[in-house]
């Protein structure tokens, strides 16, 4: 599969094409910015880890050229009324007020179940502007119906509509497959019930607790498809963001999520890249938690993935920067020097592996590349404030002084990264870096070595490692 034109159609859901943005809080220095690419807020961040995934596994069912949908029983356009359109006016009236009486009630459901839901799932041409949609709209009407929503933050018509909202993403993303375009609808209605709120009584946001279950249901499922899957974990991402993981779930929740980090390779049918992007949504959904998992294992799956060679560089060093953002507790029995040298052997392997890569393709080394490495392992160990990450955890240990002699090498590399704005190493740099990461190297404590990543494919084609 040609995974580059498969980037094209994901514009039709909103979504920028390019690399994944890393987490906020890498200390927003320009630096940062620059090696994650141009900001994004938090929710396109979201959708563009799902659609990334989805873009490569389902790029033919996505293109213009889209082969038609399974045999099943396909979904059959409903005839619009051409009056709804213009009653968008009366149904902010009674969103504002609060409550729906009887006589508006016919109008309400009707605006929403028979035109702008059925924009959601077919284009309508005959519509004009403002009015007219397509595919390409679909994170447009998203947007449009959460504006509806904000209206009413507590009556009975905010309610009801969310009610009405949740019904018909389940229906639209569970049901029967559309004649074209069937994993782009479905996985926008799915996106839909993950963005869906409740307000407390200071009307502060929250996710509404209702559609959890389907959404953590799709994730887990055998039988739920990896567009769907993904699409889902988009929403179960903002939960845990929001603390609003349901405690009668959250075990359900950090199993199927560790499962999946530690499965390193895809299971029948799924891409390798998909695959790979969905472990590492899991890794940011399980520090957003911040609990260190049954007898530990949150922690051992992002350290094991963490140290895994055949994982993309980039996506090795978010998970490493997901292990300094669990909540460990102090008077944890986790070995807290040994999993900082684990980030530290991280940080060296990906160091490693693109300067050895840029020697083989007789290329420079990105400069970007090795400051993602070392700038995350610096978080992972100390945090943006330098107190936090897992030094937060030691509490005056033994631990404390390693991981701060461990920092004061890092934060060497980093300076001495940053000295240049280019995007590559000179000579002159790399000698400098390639004696500090030895220094580096030799203060941690040696561990069983791994399978060294492949470099002989960038010395082919004289191109940087894939990140």
């Known amino acids: 599969m040609d995974v580059g034109n498969s980037i094209k159609p994901m514009r039709r859901l909103g979504l920028r094409a390019g690399k994944v943005a890393f987490h906020q809080g890498l200390g927003g220095s320009k630096r940062v910015n620059s090696l994650t690419g141009p900001g994004t807020s938090r929710n396109e961040r979201f959708c563009t880890i799902c659609m990334l995934a989805l873009a490569i596994a389902f790029a033919s069912s996505l293109s213009m050229g889209a082969a038609p949908a399974p045999k099943a029983a396909a979904r059959v356009a409903k005839p619009i009324d051409m009056e709804l359109p213009g009653k968008s006016n009366d149904i902010k009236g009674i969103l504002r007020a609060g409550k729906i009486d009887p006589a508006d009630q016919e109008l309400f459901d009707n605006y929403f179940n028979n035109f702008l839901f059925e924009q959601f799932t077919n284009p309508w041409p005959q519509l004009r502007a403002p009015h007219r949609y397509s595919l390409d709209d679909l994170p447009r009407l998203r947007k449009d119906l959460r504006n509806y929503l904000l209206l009413d933050k507590s009556g009975t018509a905010y309610v009801h509509l969310n009610d009405l909202v949740l019904t018909k993403c389940k229906d639209i993303a569970f049901g029967a497959p559309y004649p074209s375009h069937d994993a782009a609808i479905k996985v926008n209605a799915m996106l839909m019930m993950g963005e869906l709120n409740e307000f407390d009584q200071s009307g502060k946001p929250k996710p509404w607790a209702k559609p959890f279950p389907y959404l953590l249901g799709t994730m887990t499922s055998p039988k739920s498809k990896d567009h769907l899957k993904a699409a889902a974990m988009v929403g179960i991402e903002r939960y845990a963001a929001a603390g609003a993981v349901p405690a009668d779930s959250a075990k359900k929740v950090i199993d199927a999520l560790v499962a999946l980090i ?57 998970m490493a920067l997901f292990i300094g953002q669990l909540k460990i507790p102090p008077a944890t029995k986790i070995d807290l020097q040994k999993l900082a040298n684990a980030v530290g052997h991280e940080a060296v392997d990906v160091c490693k592996q693109e300067l050895d890569s840029a020697k083989a393709a007789n290329r420079p080394p990105s400069r970007r590349i090795l400051l993602l490495a070392l700038l995350t392992a610096k978080e992972a160990l100390v945090g943006g404030d330098s107190k936090s990450g897992l030094t937060a955890a030691t509490a005056g240990a033994p631990a404390q002084k390693f991981i701060g002699n461990l920092y004061g090498k890092v934060k060497a590399m980093q300076t001495e990264c940053e000295s240049s704005d280019t995007d590559t190493l000179v000579d002159a740099e790399v000698t400098e870096i390639n004696a500090k990461l030895a220094d580096l190297e030799s203060s941690l404590v040696a561990q069983a070595p791994a399978q060294a990543a492949p470099v002989a494919a960038a010395a082919a084609g004289k191109q940087a490692v894939k990140q």
């Open 262 to 318: 530690n499965q390193a390779d895809p299971p029948a049918g799924r891409d390798a890249e998909v695959h790979q992007f969905m472990r590492r949504n899991a890794g940011q959904i399980l520090a957003h938690i911040g609990n260190p998992g049954p007898e530990n294992s949150v922690v051992k799956a992002l350290e094991k993935a963490a140290a895994d060679p055949k994982m993309r560089p980039t996506l090795r060093c978010e």
